[in-house]
Each structure stands twice: as C-alpha cells, then as structure tokens.
C-alpha cells in the first residue's frame, strides 16, 4: 500500500574543508548565490547520494535488488531498462507500444526500481515507458550563512601526458628519462569552503505517491539514506560532510470522521511554509559563545550553531517527527 500521509522535511548537513557540490559552469568552484554569497548544493547532487546508498544497501543487479534497484546508475544506458520493461511485459522493446503496453512498462518499472517510485523518470527516450511523476522531491539546499569558496594550489608530484608515438610502457619510460625532473610533476587547483551549514527542504505527496506505489518501506528507505549517505561517500573533494538533522513533518488530520481525516492527512493541514520555513517551528542560530571560546568569529563547525525546535508553533494536524538513529526510524518530538 502506498503512504497515506503528506510529509515536508527539513534535512541540515555541513561541509567541512570541502567542495559540497561543484558547478561546472564555474570551473567546479562550489555554488553560491552570487546576489548574497549563500551556498547551494542542488536537489540533483542529494538525489544521486539516495541512489547511491540504495544502491549500496540492495546491490547492482536488478534482478536481486529488486524492489529496490537503482534505475538511473553510473555509466549506464537508460534505455536498456526501458526495453527490458516491454520485454518482461510482452511489449514492444522496439518502440511504438500502444498506451497499454507503455502502461504496463510504465508499472513494471515502478515495480523494480526505488528511484522510479521515489523521484519519478522520464522513460520516453527509447521504447517508450511513459513518464511518472515522483511523491518525494527536493529544493536546491542552501547554506545558513554565506560561504566563503577557496581556490588552493597543489602539486602533483606526477604528470599524465599522452606521449605521440608512445604505444608500450617502455615507450613511456623511455620518455620519462628524456625528461628534465620538474617537468615530471605539475601544478593543480583545489576548490573548497572552509565550512558551511545547509538546509533542504524536502516535500512528499501521498496523492502521488498512489500513481507510483511508493509505500512505508520506501519511505523508511529514503529516511536511512538521508541520514547515512554522506558516511558511504567519502573523497579528498568533498571534505568532511554529515547529516546533522532531520526533521519530519507528517500531516494526520484533525477530523473527527476517520474518511475525512485520512483524505486531510493524504491532502494536508498546513501550508508547506508555514512548516519549513526557518524561524518558525525550527531555528537555527550562531552560538556566539561557542565560537568565543574557539576564538573564531565566522562559524567553523556545527557546535557553532544551536537549532531550536518551537513545538508550540506546530499547527493543528501536524506532527513533527525526528530521526535519532542510522536506520530510519521516526521519533514523535
């Protein structure tokens, strides 16, 4: 059964001497709003470390990950899976399937693939597969406080050049001789920030979770990834980056008719601002006393912040609910 409530959350990570997400139009430098000097991580760069522990915790194959195998993956062809769906529903993995067969490969897809149920797909690039639209989507994250993004030279004690007529190893050694010893290593750039604290604002509906079959299980599923992703992918780039929060918001309902109530817990009770929006039920602040003592006046690491939760400004048919351990369980605030 797919979930019956609608949920928004508040997901809080940080990056520490790191790159949380490089823009490519800005030679990989991390994002920021250039109005205001906050820094971005895009819904993408978040959806791909989901899919990644996913993909981690159920493996490759789909055929054994499944339920809960990875549809968009490195370096793949996603029409392979798209043909393989009108193959296993008696389609046409050919292309030109009637609205029948694409629905039918359309719900096979959502059947074995998490990232189908959860994110939605655009499965109209080879044999057609329709398109889903997906329950659980994300904002760009953005920093508390504007970032200051560095560029630090290193040096390569190496260098990787193609060598013209060098076919062998021996060919390339025998260059190397040839060569003057600082020629042998070459200078490089490292983009990163010191530190910075991000918010996402993360938004699920149950009315579209019915078109996908997104259920309890998967819900709990993207809860784990959320709160160990960053633990399963470590590199020099990305510095030291943790969840440090995240906070639930499940809409139940305030009627007294049980019909009434399950269709306003699908539907909701309160405007998604009203719940998400920093300041009013969750508010993060520098602790100034904190950063007094590390003699330091820009914040340097998450103990230079305090996040207050004000229960009193949850509205009526809402309950707010954390994570307090790895696996994806939900504690009631």
């Known amino acids: 059964m797919s979930i019956q409530n609608r949920y928004e959350f508040l997901y809080i990570f940080d990056c520490e001497n790191g790159n949380p997400n490089g823009d490519p139009d800005a030679g990989n430098s991390p994002r920021i709003d250039p109005e205001d000097m906050h820094g971005l991580v895009s819904d993408v760069?978040?959806?791909?470390?989901?899919?990644?522990?996913?993909?981690?915790?159920?493996?490759?194959?789909?055929?054994?990950?499944?339920?809960?195998?990875?549809?968009?993956?490195?370096?793949?062809?996603?029409?392979?899976?798209?043909?393989?769906?009108?193959?296993?529903?008696?389609?046409?993995?050919?292309?030109?399937?009637?609205?029948?067969?694409?629905?039918?490969?359309?719900?096979?897809?959502?059947?074995?693939?998490?990232?189908?149920?959860?994110?939605?797909?655009?499965?109209?690039?080879?044999?057609?597969?329709?398109?889903?639209?997906?329950?659980?989507?994300?904002?760009?994250?953005?920093?508390?406080?504007?970032?200051?993004?560095?560029?630090?030279?290193?040096?390569?004690?190496?260098?990787?050049?193609?060598?013209?007529?060098?076919?062998?190893?021996?060919?390339?050694?025998?260059?190397?001789?040839?060569?003057?010893?600082d020629k042998l290593r070459t200078m490089g750039r490292k983009a990163l920030i010191p530190y910075g604290l991000y918010v996402a604002k993360g938004f699920i509906s149950a009315n579209l979770a019915k078109g996908t079959s997104f259920s309890e299980d998967d819900l709990k599923n993207l809860w784990e990834a959320l709160l160990n992703m960053y633990d399963h992918d470590r590199s020099a780039s990305k510095g030291m980056m943790s969840c440090r929060g995240l906070f639930v918001f499940k809409h139940i309902g305030t009627d007294s008719n049980p019909d009434q109530r399950i269709k306003q817990a699908m539907l909701g009770c309160a405007p998604a601002h009203a719940l998400i929006d920093l300041g009013k039920v969750i508010e993060i602040c520098k602790d100034e006393s904190a950063m007094s003592v590390d003699k330091v006046t820009s914040p340097r690491k998450f103990a230079h912040y305090s996040v207050k939760v004000n229960t009193n400004m949850i509205p009526a048919g809402v309950e707010l609910w954390m994570c307090d351990d790895n696996k994806g369980n939900l504690t009631k605030a």
Not at 65 to 80: E, G, S
Not at 128 to 143: D, E, I, K, L, T
Not at 146 to 151: E, F, H, R, V
Request: charged share 25%; hydrophobic share 35%.
């Open 45 to 181: 760069a978040i959806k791909r470390r989901v899919r990644n522990y996913i993909q981690e915790k159920f493996g490759t194959d789909i055929t054994d990950a499944a339920p809960n195998a990875i549809y968009v993956q490195h370096a793949t062809n996603l029409n392979k899976y798209i043909s393989k769906a009108h193959e296993e529903t008696s389609g046409k993995p050919e292309g030109g399937g009637n609205r029948n067969q694409v629905g039918n490969a359309r719900d096979w897809m959502c059947k074995t693939f998490f990232d189908v149920r959860t994110f939605g797909a655009v499965m109209s690039t080879g044999a057609n597969a329709g398109q889903v639209r997906g329950p659980v989507q994300f904002s760009f994250a953005r920093s508390v406080d504007p970032i200051l993004p560095m560029d630090a030279s290193i040096t390569r004690m190496a260098v990787a050049e193609k060598v013209s007529g060098a076919k062998t190893a021996a060919d390339y050694e025998k260059w190397e001789n040839e060569q003057e010893e």
